[in-house]
C-alpha cells in the first residue's frame, strides 16, 4: 500500500508527466524525499480532520439545541451554524500571516489545540443551567476559529511540492477537504446507535450520548494530530523543479537551497477562484446545515431518526464522492478542469432545482397538545417511515411534524422522498467535482510562492 500510493504521489491527478518533472529534473536525496511526503501526508490528514470538526455535528446539532435549550429557535440555529464559518474567517489570515514569519508547526498546533478544547466544551453544553445555547454557540465559533489552520495547509502543501506534483496533491488536498464533509456525519451516524440518553460519568459530570460522542472522538482525534505533527512534520519548501529554497519557515538552513522566482499573479484569476470556492463550500455547507431541520419537519422523524438517517444519506454521497475523486483524473484529461468545474456547477443547480416542492400534499402539522395526529394526509414518504420505525420509537420524543408556529408548514407541499433522494445524488456529484477543480486551479495561479495569507 504504501508503495503504491509514493507511486500515486508522483504521477499528477489531473495531466501527464512532462519534461521538467520529478523523473527528469529534480535533483533530490531519497530522505529528503520522503521528509517531504511524510509532512504532506500528514496535512491532508490535518485537512481531513479540520472538515470533520465541521460536520460531525451537524446532523444532530438542531436536535440537540433544542433538548439543551427550549428557547432555541431556527433562527438561532442559524447563527450557530454560521459561527463555525465566520470564527475560521477571522482565524485563517491570522494564522497564514503568523506562518509567513514562524515555522508552520507553530500556528498548527495552537489552532488545533483550539479545536480541542472547544469540543470538549461543547460536550458540557448542557451542564449550565440557563443560556446554553451561548455556550454551544462559542464552542461551535472555536472549532471554527481552530479549522482555520486550512490557510496553513494548503499553503505548505503548494510550497512543498514542484509543478509537475502540485496538480496532484492540491487535488488530493482539496479531495480530503471534500470527504471530511461529506464523511463527518457518518461517524455522527455511528454514535446515533448510542441514542440521547447514553451513559453519565457523574464524577466530571459528562453525558457520553448521540450528541456529545462525536465531539469526543474529534477531541481524541485532535490531540493524535497534534503528537503526530511534531513527531513528523517538518518545514520543506521546493521550486517549480523541485529544487529545495530558502524560506523563513525553514528550520535549517541548505546551501544548496535556491531562491523562489518571483513573477506576477493574475489577481482576477486569484479573486474569480476564490469566489467560485465560497459558492461551492456554501453550496453544500446550506445543504448539511438545512437537511436536519428539514427532514424532521417534512417526513415528522423523532430527532434520534434525523440524526441516524440523514447521516446514512450522507455517509452514501461519501462513497458517491470517493467515485468521482477517482473519475475526475481521468475525464480531466480529456475535457479540462474549467469544463469539469463549469459542469459540477450546473449539476449542483440541478439538485437544488429538484428540491423545491410541488404537487398538492402538505407535511403533516405538529400539534403538541393532540400528539400529531391532526391531519390524516399519508404521503409516500411517510408510509417508508412507517416501515423504518420500531415499536419503542413510537412518541417517545414528545410531538413530530411541522410546527404550527412555522406559517410555511401551512400553505408548502411536502418534498417527497423520491424528490429529495434524487437532489442528494446531483449535489454529491457536483459538489466534490467543483470543490477539487476551483482549488486545482488556484494552485496553478498562485505556484510556490507563499500564500498562507491567501488560502483561506
Known amino acids: 500500500m504504501a508503495g503504491l500510493g509514493t507511486q500515486a504521489e508522483r504521477e499528477p491527478l489531473l495531466g501527464d508527466r512532462l519534461p521538467g518533472s520529478r523523473e527528469w529534473d529534480i535533483i533530490e536525496t531519497e530522505e529528503h524525499y520522503k521528509s517531504r511526503w511524510r509532512s504532506i501526508r500528514i496535512l491532508y490528514l490535518t485537512m481531513f480532520l479540520s472538515s470533520v470538526g465541521f460536520s460531525i455535528v451537524i446532523m444532530s446539532i438542531w436536535p440537540y439545541l433544542q433538548k439543551i435549550d427550549k428557547t432555541a429557535d431556527t433562527s438561532f440555529l ?9 470564527g475560521q474567517m477571522v482565524a485563517s489570515p491570522v494564522f497564514g500571516l503568523w506562518s509567513n514569519y514562524r515555522p508552520r508547526k507553530e500556528p498548527l498546533i495552537v489552532s488545533i489545540f483550539i479545536s480541542v478544547a472547544a469540543n470538549c466544551l461543547y460536550a458540557y453544553v448542557h451542564v449550565p443551567a440557563s443560556h446554553n445555547k451561548y455556550y454551544m454557540l462559542v464552542a461551535r465559533g472555536l472549532v471554527g476559529f481552530g479549522a482555520g489552520n486550512v490557510a496553513v495547509i494548503r499553503s505548505y502543501i503548494a510550497g512543498a511540492t514542484s509543478l509537475q506534483e502540485r496538480t496532484s496533491s492540491m487535488a488530493n488536498t482539496s479531495a480530503c477537504q471534500a470527504l471530511g464533509f461529506i464523511l463527518g456525519p457518518v461517524f455522527q451516524t455511528c454514535f446515533a446507535l448510542i441514542g440521547e440518553k447514553g451513559v453519565t460519568w457523574e464524577t466530571i459530570q459528562l453525558q457520553i450520548n448521540m450528541y456529545t460522542a462525536p465531539v469526543l472522538l474529534g477531541a481524541f482525534l485532535g490531540v493524535l494530530n497534534i503528537v503526530l505533527i511534531l513527531i513528523i512534520l517538518r518545514e520543506h519548501r521546493v521550486d517549480d523543479l523541485g529544487r529545495q529554497c530558502k524560506s523563513v ?101 440541478v439538485g437544488f432545482f429538484v428540491l423545491l416542492p410541488w404537487g398538492n400534499q ?33 412518541n417517545s420524543e414528545g410531538p413530530t411534524g411541522c410546527p404550527i408556529e412555522q406559517a410555511w408548514c401551512l400553505y408548502t407541499p411536502v418534498i417527497h422522498l423520491a424528490q429529495f433522494f434524487t437532489s442528494a445524488v446531483l449535489i454529491g456529484i457536483g459538489y466534490p467535482s467543483c470543490n477539487v477543480m476551483s482549488y486545482t486551479l488556484y494552485s496553478k495561479i498562485l505556484g510556490p510562492k507563499p500564500q498562507d495569507f491567501t488560502r483561506y
Do not use: C
Open 78 to 86: 442559524g447563527w450557530v451554524i454560521a459561527s463555525f464559518s465566520l
Open 249 to 349: 519557515n525553514f528550520e535549517e538552513a541548505n546551501t544548496d537551497e535556491v531562491q523562489v522566482p518571483q513573477g506576477s499573479i493574475d489577481q482576477v484569476a486569484v479573486v474569480t477562484t476564490n469566489v467560485l470556492f465560497f459558492v461551492v463550500l456554501f453550496i453544500f455547507a446550506l445543504f448539511e446545515t438545512i437537511l436536519t431541520p428539514l427532514t424532521m419537519d417534512m417526513y415528522a422523524w423523532t430527532r434520534e431518526q434525523a440524526v441516524l438517517y440523514d447521516g446514512i444519506i450522507l455517509a452514501a454521497l461519501g462513497v458517491e464522492a470517493v467515485v468521482i475523486f477517482m473519475g475526475i483524473k481521468l475525464l480531466s484529461k480529456k475535457i479540462g478542469e474549467r469544463a469539469i468545474l463549469l459542469g459540477g456547477l450546473v449539476i449542483v443547480w
Open 362 to 394: 402538505y407535511p403533516k402539522i405538529q400539534w403538541e397538545d393532540l400528539h400529531n395526529n391532526s391531519i390524516p394526509n399519508t404521503t409516500f414518504g411517510e408510509i417508508i417511515i412507517t416501515l423504518w420505525r420500531s415499536p419503542r420509537e413510537s
